[in-house]
């Protein structure tokens, strides 16, 4: 079956403008995760939905970073006067259910870049 | 707060040869670890996970780690490499109970034919 997916697969932006990055689950995922990965670091938490709600989303950045989900499915994270340390892997996961014991599937991640 | 440290930003091994790739976490109350891997240019695969029960843990691939709480380790080890073993792998932990998982910095994994 599918994977999941996410779009672009690369965006270059401007400083200050407005970014949509989406993510589309593995069909019948309940849960979905949002992390960003700078250049040499490991993925860093963002935001938890469970269905259509954030359950966690401690790891938001500042008030810029913004993520919905509206039907349980699909995500959009939404990036507000983007600066440049904006730039990064944008990487999604969905598993089956929470709790953690639920292995997560990645997708191959956007890779956004702030000029 | 968790973290997770992997101390070998890099590591050549020769194939065929044995490897362990090194973690540490931080936290002491009950804790979920996860290796995962990444090759070239794709998405992160889970290879294993430590959620409670035996401390050695068998995952894909050829690859186990053993969950240490003295020591606070999660070490990946592979008795033999291959030349597609080359990636880079995350050790990732997570509180139980909380959903947040930590990442490592990673390891980056060459295979040395």
């Known amino acids: 079956g599918a994977g999941v997916s996410q779009t672009p697969s690369n965006k270059v932006t401007e400083k200050g403008k407005y970014v949509e990055l989406r993510c589309d689950p593995i069909?019948?995922?309940?849960?979905l995760y949002w992390y960003r990965q700078s250049l040499g670091q490991g993925p860093e938490f963002l935001i938890y939905?469970?269905?259509?709600?954030?359950?966690?989303d401690s790891g938001l950045p500042n008030d810029r970073f913004f993520a919905v989900r509206p039907e349980g499915s699909v995500s959009t994270l939404k990036i507000q006067r983007t600066e440049r340390g904006d730039s990064a892997v944008y990487l999604c996961?969905?598993?089956?259910?929470?709790?953690?014991?639920?292995?997560?599937?990645f997708g191959p991640g956007t890779r956004l870049l702030v000029l | 707060a968790q973290s997770v440290t992997q101390l070998d930003s890099q590591v050549p091994v020769f194939e065929e040869a044995p490897v362990e790739l090194r973690c540490n976490y931080s936290?002491?109350?009950?804790?979920?670890l996860f290796w995962y891997v990444q090759y070239p240019n794709q998405g992160l695969q889970l290879l294993l996970k430590?959620?409670?029960?035996?401390?050695l843990v068998k995952g894909i691939n050829g690859f186990e780690a053993e969950f240490n709480k003295s020591q606070t380790s999660f070490h990946l080890r592979k008795p033999s490499v291959h030349i597609s073993d080359t990636a880079e792998y995350f050790c990732?932990?997570?509180?139980?109970?909380?959903?947040?998982?930590?990442f490592g910095t990673g390891t980056r994994l060459t295979i040395i034919p």
């Open positions: 990732a932990a997570a509180n139980f109970g909380n959903e947040k998982l930590t």
């Open positions: 996961a969905s598993s089956p259910g929470g709790p953690l014991e639920e292995t997560q599937y």
């Open positions: 939905f469970q269905g259509t709600g954030a359950a966690d």
């Open positions: 936290s002491s109350v009950s804790v979920y």
């Open positions: 430590y959620l409670s029960g035996s401390t």
């Open positions: 069909s019948g995922h309940t849960a």
